[in-house]
């Protein structure tokens, strides 16, 4: 086993830094064209047909299949050869794709290039988490996991407002140019995190555990009760990120208004993110997990009667409600699997993270376009009941198993 190599604060600093401002503009690229790729691939804004649905839900969901099929993979290779050539090596990948995806609406151009992000994507994530995993102290883990999820969740939100807005401005013919301002973005990334590197990064011990080792970790039951419940929670968000814009209209809220709304939203992740955080390693991770998916499940139900009853001011505040409750799960889920990380495959052990959202997407997209495209809206009603059932049930079972296995609060 390789000794552990000192860490000077300067490059600790920078790393975290450089992965924060990485993560920020990875993800606003990300949500920009996610927010039109419907659209975009439909060749038309509004209308959008149950076979546009459907097809759009096919195409989305090949960047979770690249990304969970192969994520494994390049989190051994950040723990063979180091973080930021994985991250950046994933970064410029993924820049060159979009401008790919800008040159054409053919759907086996559309759906192979984002099979290929999808592989870009899960080398981004790995080895970010690896780097906060390696950098942040035990006790201040969750404020780190909070600020990178900030960013995270911002860069996302933040691209997803901007993107519904330029689809108002920009007419589909010339939906291109959203995709070429996600290249833009990521190299723009890509630069500044280099700069702030400026080479003091601190060398990585190189991993002397074989993946099929790190695999069957993955399998213990402490693990799973962390990870499962993000196969449900991106069963949900990958759904609502593709479509939330048409289904917003048929319910009659203006995309306009509805950009402004989630800018605004998320521009309060800055805060709540790190103070989540904070909360976590004072309070413990199972506590805040658990009112995390408290949150996810106020939010469904709030989305059902959405649905069934339309817009009223008291479903859309159960629903802000919701959002903020469920907010508080990403930075304990993270910080709790850093906790269980092998200190020498940590990439490894953090891409499950990537795997297990990604494979929610997957299945999300493709079970939520199947039954809405059979019974249209209330085909959504089971959709959310599995999901809801699923949290509450992997939430009971993380705290049997953390008594069982006396899992600490840090």
Known sequence: MATPVPVPASARRSELLAVLTATFFV??????????????LAGRSTGLSGSDVGTAGFVSALAPIGEFSTVLLAGAAADRWGRFPVLF??????AVLFVVISASRAIPVLGAANLAFGVASGAILASSLAVIADRAPTDLRGYEMGRFDAM????????????????????????????????????????????????RVAPVARSTFPLARIVRQAVRPTVLVVTLPWLAIYALLGTALVFLGPAASGVGIPPGELAVAIGLGGSALVVTQPYFGRLADRAGRTSMMTVGAGGFVLVLLCASLLIRFGVSPLI?????LGVLLALSYGPAALAALADLALAQGRATTMAIYSLTI???MFVGLLASTALYGRYGPPGLYPYFGAIAAVLVALTVARWVEARRARIPVR
């Open 152 to 199: 995270n969740l911002f860069g996302w939100i933040g691209g997803f407002a901007f993107g519904l807005g330029l689809e108002q401005l920009v007419p589909n013919a010339e939906l291109e140019v959203v995709f070429l301002a996600g290249a833009a973005a990521i190299a723009a990334g890509l630069l500044a995190a280099r700069r702030l590197l400026r080479g």
């Open 27 to 40: 993800r606003f690229a990300f949500g920009i064209t996610v927010a039109v790729f419907a659209s975009y």
């Open 316 to 320: 859309l505040a159960g629903i802000g």
């Open 89 to 94: 090596g994933g970064m410029g990948s993924a």
């Open 358 to 360: 990604s494979l929610g």
